[in-house]
Nanobody, 119 residues
Framework: QVQFVESGGGLVQPGGSLRLSCVVP????????IAWYRQAPGNGRDLVAR???????RYADSVKGRFTISRDNTKKTAYLQMNSLKPEDTARYYC?????????????WGQGTQVTVSS
């Protein structure tokens, strides 16, 4: 089973920054929307941001202006630059691929990467 491999999480103080990376299975990169999700303890998995094949992006209202999603078509990798982090950003972050913005994810979930924002 091919999986997504997320990395880059850690412990950061409020106001700090982190850059997450996601190596996407080659069969699920070209032609797919790539999205980042997050799941806090006791909550469901929520969409944070997505980037289309053309590079257009969409963000959850809670992260607009602070997070930037991007994709490197050569490296088959997606990134999530997170600035001005807040305690409420604390969660496990995952990536996955979608065929359309309204479709479900197409891949198996990876291990995710933990982001903890705390002083």
């Amino acid at each position: 089973q091919v999986q997504f491999v997320e990395s880059g999480g850690g412990l950061v103080q409020p106001g700090g920054s982190l850059r997450l990376s996601c190596v996407v299975p080659e069969s699920m990169f070209t032609g797919y929307i790539i999205a980042w999700y997050r799941q806090a303890p006791g909550n469901g998995r929520d969409l944070v941001a997505r980037v289309s094949t053309s590079g257009s992006t969409r963000y959850a209202d809670s992260v607009k202006g602070r997070f930037t999603i991007s994709r490197d078509n050569t490296k088959k990798t997606a990134y999530l630059q997170m600035n001005s982090l807040k305690p409420e950003d604390t969660a496990r972050y995952y990536c996955n691929s979608l065929i359309t913005p309204l479709s479900g994810v197409v891949g198996s979930w990876g291990q995710g990467t933990q982001v903890t924002v705390s002083s």
